[in-house]
Protein backbone atom coordinates (compact mmCIF):
# COMPACT_ATOMS: atom_id res chain seq x y z
CA UNK A 1 0.00 0.00 0.00
CA UNK A 2 0.97 3.80 -0.77
CA UNK A 3 0.10 4.73 2.46
CA UNK A 4 -1.97 7.96 3.18
CA UNK A 5 -1.69 10.57 0.35
CA UNK A 6 -1.82 13.92 0.57
CA UNK A 7 -1.81 16.99 -2.39
CA UNK A 8 -0.73 19.21 -2.58
CA UNK A 9 2.71 19.05 -0.82
CA UNK A 10 3.00 22.87 -0.82
CA UNK A 11 0.84 25.56 -1.71
CA UNK A 12 0.76 29.20 -1.46
CA UNK A 13 -1.64 31.47 -2.25
CA UNK A 14 -2.55 34.96 -1.94
CA UNK A 15 -5.25 35.91 1.22
CA UNK A 16 -8.74 35.55 0.45
CA UNK A 17 -8.19 32.69 -2.09
CA UNK A 18 -9.73 29.40 -1.63
CA UNK A 19 -7.58 26.38 -1.10
CA UNK A 20 -8.91 22.54 -1.65
CA UNK A 21 -6.32 20.08 0.09
CA UNK A 22 -7.28 16.58 -0.44
CA UNK A 23 -6.11 13.14 0.48
CA UNK A 24 -6.20 9.27 0.04
CA UNK A 25 -6.52 6.94 3.33
CA UNK A 26 -4.98 3.98 3.27
CA UNK A 27 -7.62 1.50 1.77
CA UNK A 28 -9.49 -0.52 4.22
CA UNK A 29 -8.83 2.41 6.84
CA UNK A 30 -12.36 3.36 8.70
CA UNK A 31 -11.47 6.97 10.48
CA UNK A 32 -9.75 9.54 8.86
CA UNK A 33 -8.84 12.38 10.57
CA UNK A 34 -7.05 16.24 9.41
CA UNK A 35 -4.75 17.55 11.68
CA UNK A 36 -3.24 21.18 11.41
CA UNK A 37 0.08 21.58 13.17
CA UNK A 38 1.73 24.80 13.79
CA UNK A 39 4.92 25.90 15.84
CA UNK A 40 2.69 27.93 18.62
CA UNK A 41 -0.25 24.83 19.17
CA UNK A 42 1.47 21.62 17.59
CA UNK A 43 -1.04 18.94 16.00
CA UNK A 44 -4.44 20.05 16.63
CA UNK A 45 -7.37 17.81 15.42
CA UNK A 46 -9.87 19.34 12.81
CA UNK A 47 -11.90 16.99 12.13
CA UNK A 48 -12.56 13.36 11.71
CA UNK A 49 -14.87 10.86 10.10
CA UNK A 50 -15.65 7.41 10.73
CA UNK A 51 -17.26 5.48 7.14
CA UNK A 52 -17.23 8.53 5.64
CA UNK A 53 -19.19 10.37 8.29
CA UNK A 54 -18.11 13.10 10.22
CA UNK A 55 -18.52 12.39 14.45
CA UNK A 56 -16.46 15.57 15.49
CA UNK A 57 -15.71 18.88 13.80
CA UNK A 58 -15.45 20.30 17.01
CA UNK A 59 -11.97 21.42 16.34
CA UNK A 60 -12.65 23.75 13.07
CA UNK A 61 -11.66 27.11 13.79
CA UNK A 62 -14.62 28.59 12.06
CA UNK A 63 -16.91 28.64 9.33
CA UNK A 64 -14.14 29.23 6.83
CA UNK A 65 -13.22 26.28 6.77
CA UNK A 66 -15.13 22.60 5.43
CA UNK A 67 -14.34 18.97 5.05
CA UNK A 68 -16.26 16.17 3.44
CA UNK A 69 -15.33 12.84 2.59
CA UNK A 70 -17.56 11.67 -0.41
CA UNK A 71 -16.64 7.99 -0.19
CA UNK A 72 -13.77 5.87 1.55
CA UNK A 73 -11.10 6.59 -0.50
CA UNK A 74 -11.31 10.47 -0.63
CA UNK A 75 -11.30 13.44 1.60
CA UNK A 76 -11.09 17.20 0.84
CA UNK A 77 -10.21 20.29 3.41
CA UNK A 78 -11.16 23.84 2.13
CA UNK A 79 -10.40 26.84 3.03
CA UNK A 80 -12.61 29.72 2.12
CA UNK A 81 -11.64 32.88 1.81
CA UNK A 82 -7.84 31.85 3.35
CA UNK A 83 -6.11 34.18 5.42
CA UNK A 84 -2.49 34.48 6.60
CA UNK A 85 -3.43 32.85 9.83
CA UNK A 86 -4.23 29.61 8.22
CA UNK A 87 -0.66 29.21 7.38
CA UNK A 88 0.34 25.48 8.76
CA UNK A 89 1.22 22.12 7.50
CA UNK A 90 -2.04 20.51 7.33
CA UNK A 91 -1.82 16.44 8.11
CA UNK A 92 -4.30 13.59 6.74
CA UNK A 93 -4.45 10.47 8.66
CA UNK A 94 -6.31 7.28 8.57
CA UNK A 95 -6.87 4.29 10.96
CA UNK A 96 -8.18 0.71 11.53
CA UNK A 97 -10.77 0.95 14.04
CA UNK A 98 -10.29 4.54 15.50
CA UNK A 99 -8.55 5.03 19.36
CA UNK A 100 -6.16 1.79 20.07
CA UNK A 101 -5.03 1.76 17.41
CA UNK A 102 -1.75 3.09 14.85
CA UNK A 103 -2.68 6.33 12.72
CA UNK A 104 -1.00 6.58 9.54
CA UNK A 105 -0.18 9.98 8.64
CA UNK A 106 0.16 11.57 5.18
CA UNK A 107 3.42 13.39 4.31
CA UNK A 108 1.23 16.84 5.07
CA UNK A 109 0.61 19.52 2.82
CA UNK A 110 2.59 22.76 3.70
CA UNK A 111 0.43 25.56 3.46
CA UNK A 112 1.40 29.56 3.28
CA UNK A 113 -0.72 32.53 2.95
CA UNK A 114 0.27 35.61 1.65
CA UNK B 1 -5.31 22.64 32.24
CA UNK B 2 -4.39 21.42 28.82
CA UNK B 3 -5.31 17.86 27.44
CA UNK B 4 -1.78 16.54 27.08
CA UNK B 5 1.33 18.70 28.15
CA UNK B 6 4.59 17.59 27.87
CA UNK B 7 8.06 19.53 28.69
CA UNK B 8 8.88 21.12 24.94
CA UNK B 9 12.70 20.94 25.42
CA UNK B 10 15.02 20.80 23.64
CA UNK B 11 16.96 18.04 25.40
CA UNK B 12 20.44 18.44 24.22
CA UNK B 13 22.09 14.84 25.37
CA UNK B 14 25.24 13.27 24.26
CA UNK B 15 25.92 10.15 21.92
CA UNK B 16 25.20 7.46 24.85
CA UNK B 17 23.14 8.94 26.90
CA UNK B 18 19.95 8.01 29.27
CA UNK B 19 17.02 10.67 28.44
CA UNK B 20 13.64 10.74 29.53
CA UNK B 21 10.33 12.00 28.80
CA UNK B 22 7.13 12.79 30.68
CA UNK B 23 3.57 13.87 30.05
CA UNK B 24 0.56 14.16 31.32
CA UNK B 25 -3.06 14.05 30.34
CA UNK B 26 -6.15 15.28 32.06
CA UNK B 27 -8.76 13.25 30.91
CA UNK B 28 -8.61 10.37 33.31
CA UNK B 29 -10.79 8.28 31.27
CA UNK B 30 -8.25 7.98 28.80
CA UNK B 31 -8.26 4.77 26.91
CA UNK B 32 -5.01 4.30 25.29
CA UNK B 33 -1.45 5.74 25.26
CA UNK B 34 1.31 6.40 22.48
CA UNK B 35 4.55 7.46 21.85
CA UNK B 36 5.03 9.12 18.56
CA UNK B 37 8.06 10.40 16.94
CA UNK B 38 7.90 13.17 14.48
CA UNK B 39 11.36 13.93 12.57
CA UNK B 40 11.81 17.34 11.40
CA UNK B 41 9.30 18.09 8.86
CA UNK B 42 8.28 15.02 7.81
CA UNK B 43 4.90 13.11 9.00
CA UNK B 44 4.22 11.42 12.40
CA UNK B 45 5.01 7.66 12.60
CA UNK B 46 3.88 5.69 15.89
CA UNK B 47 6.91 4.75 17.72
CA UNK B 48 5.39 2.25 20.44
CA UNK B 49 2.11 1.90 22.53
CA UNK B 50 2.07 2.50 26.11
CA UNK B 51 0.80 -0.28 28.77
CA UNK B 52 -0.09 -0.06 31.94
CA UNK B 53 2.35 -2.96 32.94
CA UNK B 54 5.14 -0.73 30.99
CA UNK B 55 6.65 -2.10 27.99
CA UNK B 56 9.75 -1.95 26.11
CA UNK B 57 11.23 -1.93 22.59
CA UNK B 58 14.71 -2.19 22.30
CA UNK B 59 16.37 0.80 24.02
CA UNK B 60 12.66 2.77 24.65
CA UNK B 61 10.50 2.42 27.85
CA UNK B 62 7.46 3.15 28.23
CA UNK B 63 5.24 3.46 31.38
CA UNK B 64 1.97 4.53 32.51
CA UNK B 65 0.77 5.90 35.52
CA UNK B 66 -3.17 5.97 35.36
CA UNK B 67 -3.61 6.81 38.96
CA UNK B 68 -1.15 10.35 38.68
CA UNK B 69 -2.06 10.27 34.99
CA UNK B 70 1.51 10.42 33.78
CA UNK B 71 3.03 8.89 30.79
CA UNK B 72 7.31 8.34 30.61
CA UNK B 73 9.13 7.48 27.89
CA UNK B 74 12.96 6.50 28.55
CA UNK B 75 15.76 6.03 25.56
CA UNK B 76 19.08 4.53 27.02
CA UNK B 77 22.08 4.80 24.92
CA UNK B 78 20.78 7.54 22.67
CA UNK B 79 22.11 7.48 18.95
CA UNK B 80 22.25 10.51 16.38
CA UNK B 81 19.49 8.94 14.74
CA UNK B 82 17.19 9.39 18.09
CA UNK B 83 17.26 13.23 17.21
CA UNK B 84 13.54 14.02 16.50
CA UNK B 85 10.25 15.53 18.34
CA UNK B 86 8.72 13.22 20.43
CA UNK B 87 5.20 13.25 21.15
CA UNK B 88 2.83 11.34 23.96
CA UNK B 89 -0.31 10.97 22.63
CA UNK B 90 -3.82 10.04 24.22
CA UNK B 91 -7.00 8.28 22.77
CA UNK B 92 -9.95 9.13 25.05
CA UNK B 93 -12.48 6.77 25.69
CA UNK B 94 -14.82 5.51 23.36
CA UNK B 95 -13.59 8.67 21.02
CA UNK B 96 -12.07 7.83 17.61
CA UNK B 97 -9.86 10.58 18.00
CA UNK B 98 -5.94 10.88 19.04
CA UNK B 99 -5.07 14.09 20.96
CA UNK B 100 -1.23 15.29 20.30
CA UNK B 101 0.70 16.72 23.12
CA UNK B 102 2.44 19.76 21.43
CA UNK B 103 6.58 17.54 21.46
CA UNK B 104 9.54 17.26 23.28
CA UNK B 105 12.40 17.83 20.77
CA UNK B 106 15.54 15.65 21.68
CA UNK B 107 18.85 16.64 19.73
CA UNK B 108 21.46 13.70 20.43
CA UNK B 109 25.12 15.48 19.75
CA UNK B 110 28.13 13.14 18.86
Known amino acids: DAGVIQSPRHEVTEMGQEVTLRCKPI?????LFWYRQTMMRGLELLIYFNNNVPIDDSGMPEDRFSAKMPNASFSTLKIQPSEPRDSAVYFC????????????FGQGTRLTVV | RKEVEQDPGPFNVPEGATVAFNCTYSNSASQSFFWYRQDCRKEPKLLMSVYSSGNEDGRFTAQLNRASQYISLLIRDSKLSDSATYLC???????????FGKGTKLSVKP
Open chain 1, 93 to 104: ASTAGGWGTEAF
Open chain 2, 89 to 99: VVAPRRQGNLI
Open chain 1, 27 to 31: SGHDY
